[in-house]
T-cell receptor, first 113, second 111 residues
């Protein structure tokens, strides 16, 4: 399967714990995006990378959220001190270039108890 | 502001009918538009896209229409099938930014 891969598919955690999600984009894609989706809503943009450079992070929801793409390949999204309001589907997508269609992974469903 | 909305949250059709899903966008600087389909528990799946220098684009059983004058986008699905049942999102992209999504329309196809 050469699509976008996300791990884990599901994560249940207790409030206050830190969580980290991984995304492996399509191999030749330079751009990688993170979105959050809550029930009944469209995906909400969080941040994106061009290779290893994080070009936009002002839409990360708080300073508890951070993302990395250290070698320009896979990316991680970390949420520190999770809160119940962080419960959502976290989607990763990649594209070949700017202004091209995004290919999405299946997402990581986070439940904070 | 940058917002993308859909006119109807739900649409119910009979198998074999044609479906039309509408979307209004507010950012006149947006130059690229995409329709996505999302099934339960899955990520959004690309359907069709259109750039602002076009007003119509056709794919297999799908057509996207773009009216820049009234900032309106529509997705037409011909001969709708039960497998088309899903949530449909339009998304817009202004050069240099990320895709911004609307709230979605749930399409239900009954046989």
């Amino acid at each position: 399967d050469t699509g976008v891969s996300q791990d884990p598919r599901h994560k249940i955690t207790k409030r206050g714990q830190n969580v980290t999600f991984r995304c492996d984009p399509i191999s030749e894609h330079n751009r990688l995006y993170w979105y959050r989706q809550t029930l009944g809503q469209g995906p909400e943009f969080l941040t994106y990378f061009q290779n290893e450079a994080q070009l936009e992070k002002s839409r990360l929801l708080s300073d508890r959220f951070s993302a990395e793409r250290p070698k320009g390949s896979f990316s991680t999204l970390e949420i520190q001190r999770t809160e119940q309001g962080d419960s959502a589907m976290y989607l990763c997508a990649s594209s070949l270039e700017q202004n091209e269609k995004l290919f999405f992974g299946s997402g990581t469903q986070l439940s904070v108890l | 502001g940058e917002s993308v909305g859909l006119h109807l949250p739900t649409l119910s059709v009979q198998e074999g009918d044609n479906s039309i899903i509408n979307c209004a966008y507010s950012n006149s600087a947006s130059d690229y538009f995409i329709w996505y389909k999302q099934e339960s528990g899955k990520g959004p799946q690309f359907i069709i896209d259109i750039r602002s220098n076009m007003d119509k684009r056709q794919g297999q059983r799908v057509t996207v229409l773009l009216n820049k004058t009234v900032k309106h986008l529509s997705l037409q699905i011909a001969a709708t099938q039960p497998g088309d049942s899903a949530v449909y999102f339009c998304a817009e992209n202004q050069a240099g930014t990320a895709l911004i999504f609307g709230k979605g329309t749930t399409l239900s196809v009954s046989s």
